[in-house]
């Protein structure tokens, strides 16, 4: 199954001096629409299967 998200541009860097990157929703899934922009991974492996992360929430390890 292809990836409901990319990683954008943006970034910021987390306390523990992780850099996180904001997701876009690409395709519509059940908390997210094409384009909705959501909060802040470390890497694609931190979402699996239709798992949004929504706001300012930060997900990394």
């Known amino acids: 199954m292809d990836r409901h ?8 860097i987390n306390a523990f ?14 908390y997210a629409d094409i384009g909705d922009l959501g909060g802040y991974i470390e890497k ?7 798992a949004w992360v929504s706001g300012n929430a930060q997900v990394s390890g």
């Not at 001096?17 to 059940?30: M, P, S, Y």
Request: proline share 0%; aromatic share 10%; hydrophobic share 35%.
């Open 17 to 30: 001096g992780a850099k996180l990157f904001q997701i876009k929703c690409t395709r519509k899934i059940k």
């Open 44 to 50: 694609e492996n931190n979402l699996s299967g239709d």
């Open 5 to 12: 998200f990319e990683l954008t541009d943006k970034f910021i």
